[in-house]
């Protein structure tokens, strides 16, 4: 058994095709076949099922066992490798969608760096879909995300939630003390954000049929332009519209019937490196004392560190 074979075999569970893992290798097909056949004869069972006249492969329940082994081969092997060059200085890779990491985490940040100076950070904004696909290649070594992803290699859990508020330049609202009824407001004002499939099934029950928001965005800095226009509302979570209220002097209220409360879901590869399953450990062990000192209305769920 070989790296070689490992990595051939990781791209084959990738890809599901035998020409695409060649592709992604840089190889011909008859040198992945040949691979995977001398993997399969050193375990002696048959690790992808091969349908006579298909191109995808599927994998057989001993090719299912052998994934978090070849992540762990994997990842021990280039741990070797990277002996040479290795100092003291630990790392982390972060993504995050842009709500968490444009209007919440930016003050974790500066706790972290205050706690651990010497640890190399690397930060990105993605949308969530984007996020779980970047940790399953292994490009990532924690997300955070708007929704549950369901992948075998990954660990997904539940951290926070928060309530959604109403966020508007409207002046005809400005001194009322109630929770506001979004058939109150113009629709044709409103700047809108699919925050969650559970936020949108919720919106789709409020709105006429036929109806659709005049602007519609994927990146929540554009309401930081898009809400000075007089008339104009979005939904939005709890954090970010304080910090539109802080920097922008725009209203805030609660809302009526309100959409059920988004929640923050943090992911990590379930096999990763010694050195980086300690640096996730502290990452996490900040990330808990920074989410206990929000404001009380973040509900928290427990999670354990790794």
Not at 115 to 129: C, E, K, V
Not at 146 to 164: K, S
Request: proline content about 7%; glycine content about 4%; hydrophobic content about 35%.
């Amino acid at each position: 058994m070989t790296s070689e074979e490992i990595r051939t075999f990781l791209a084959l569970v990738k890809t599901k095709n035998i020409s695409k893992a060649a592709e992604q290798l840089y190889l011909s097909q008859s040198t992945v076949s040949h691979r995977l056949s001398s993997l399969e004869k050193e375990i002696g069972r048959p690790l992808f099922r091969r349908g006579k006249g298909q191109r995808d492969i599927t994998l057989t329940p001993w090719g299912e066992e052998l994934i978090p082994l070849a992540i762990q081969w994997e990842d021990l092997y280039q741990e070797a490798l990277d002996l040479h060059v290795r100092d003291e200085t630990l790392s982390l890779s972060i993504g995050c969608v842009h709500s968490v990491n444009n209007y919440l985490f930016p003050p974790f940040y500066l706790q972290l760096r205050e706690a651990y100076p010497t640890m190399r950070l690397s930060i990105y904004t993605h949308h969530s879909w984007e996020i779980y696909d970047m940790l399953s290649a292994r490009k990532l070594n924690v997300g955070f995300c708007n929704n549950l992803g369901h992948y075998a290699n990954l660990a997904t859990v539940p951290i926070f939630q928060e309530p959604f508020c109403l966020v508007h330049s409207q002046t005809g609202l400005a001194e009322e003390k109630q929770p506001v009824a979004i058939g109150r407001l113009d629709p044709s004002g409103e700047i809108f954000h699919t925050w969650s499939p559970e936020y949108l099934a919720w919106r789709e029950t409020r709105s006429r049929k036929g109806f659709h928001p005049p602007v519609t965005i994927n990146n929540p800095i554009m309401l930081e332009y898009l809400l000075l226009q007089p008339g104009t509302w979005s939904i939005v979570p709890q954090s970010i519209a304080r910090t539109l209220q802080r920097r922008h002097a725009l209203q805030v209220h609660c809302l009526e019937n309100p959409p059920p409360e988004k929640i923050c879901y943090m992911s990590f590869p379930k096999h990763q490196s010694s050195r980086q399953t300690f640096a996730l450990g502290l990452f996490q062990s900040q990330l808990r004392e920074f989410l206990h000192n929000l404001d009380r209305t973040f509900r928290l769920f427990s999670f354990s560190e790794t």
